[in-house]
C-alpha cells in the first residue's frame, strides 16, 4: 500500500505525478491554492480548464460540483497532471459537507491511479476560502486516503502539503511524524 508523508510547504513547487487543486465548480481559477496554481502553471492550464468547464456548462451544480474532480496537463509546473478537486463550502455540517470533502479525496486518489500516476499531493482541501474546520477536514482527509489507497495499487506515494502550521500540526496529531 502507498506511503503517506505530510509536509508544510508550497504545493505548486512539487515535482510528483499529480498534484490536486482545491477548485471550485467553475474550473476558472480563484484566489488560494487554485490562484497561485494557475498562476504558476501559466495560460496552458486555464485553455484546458476553459475546454472542460464549456463542455459541461449545462451540468447541473456547474462544470465540475462540490464533491467532484476533473485532471488536467499541468503547464509550466513541475508535476505532471493537476487534479481539480471541489471541496465543499462549510455551512456548518448539516448539508452533507463530509461526504462530499471525503469524495474529492477519494476521486482524486481514483482519477491519479486511472492516469497510471503513482505520486499525488493534495492541498488541505475546503479549509481556506470554503471555511471547513480544519481538525475535521484533517481527519476526513487521513481516513479516506487510508480508505481508498488499498483500491489504488498503484499508487505508490501520498503527500499531504499543509501551507500553514495548524494544519500541519493537526496532520502530525492525525498520522503521527512519518517525514
Ligand atoms: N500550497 C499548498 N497549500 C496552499 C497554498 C499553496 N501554494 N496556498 C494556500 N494553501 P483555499 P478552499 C492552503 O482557500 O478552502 C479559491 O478561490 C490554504 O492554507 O485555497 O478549498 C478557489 O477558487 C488552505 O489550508 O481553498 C475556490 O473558490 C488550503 O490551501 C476556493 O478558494 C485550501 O485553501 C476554494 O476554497
Same mark, same amino acid.
Not at 471550485?24 to 476558472?28: I, K, Q
Not at 482541501?125 to 470554503?130: E, K, M, N, Q, R
Given at each position: 500500500m502507498g506511503l503517506i508523508e505530510i509536509i508544510r510547504g508550497d504545493i505548486t513547487t512539487l515535482a510528483v505525478d499529480a498534484i490536486v487543486n482545491a477548485a471550485? %465548480? =467553475?474550473?476558472?481559477g480563484g484566489g488560494g491554492v487554485d490562484g497561485a496554481i494557475h498562476e504558476a502553471a501559466g495560460p496552458e492550464l486555464f485553455e484546458e480548464c476553459l475546454k472542460i468547464a464549456k463542455s459541461r456548462k449545462d451540468n447541473p451544480g456547474g462544470p465540475c460540483p462540490a464533491g467532484d474532480a476533473v485532471i488536467t496537463g499541468a503547464g509550466?509546473?513541475?508535476?505532471?497532471k493537476v487534479i481539480h478537486a471541489v471541496g465543499p463550502v462549510w455551512? @456548518?455540517? +448539516?448539508? @452533507?459537507e463530509p461526504d462530499l470533502l471525503a469524495s474529492c479525496y477519494r476521486k482524486s486518489l481514483i482519477l491519479a491511479e486511472e492516469a497510471g500516476l503513482s505520486s499525488i499531493a493534495f492541498p488541505n482541501? %475546503? +479549509?481556506?476560502?470554503? =471555511?471547513?474546520?480544519k481538525e475535521q477536514a484533517a481527519e476526513i482527509a487521513v481516513n479516506t486516503i487510508k480508505r481508498t489507497l488499498p483500491e489504488t495499487p498503484g499508487i505508490a506515494r501520498v503527500i499531504f502539503v499543509c501551507f500553514d502550521g495548524e494544519n500541519y500540526r493537526l496532520y502530525l496529531d492525525f498520522l503521527g511524524p512519518v517525514k
Open positions: 471550485n %465548480s =467553475g474550473l476558472l509550466q509546473l513541475p508535476c505532471k455551512h @456548518g455540517g +448539516t448539508r @452533507g482541501i %475546503s +479549509t481556506g476560502v470554503f =471555511g471547513y474546520p
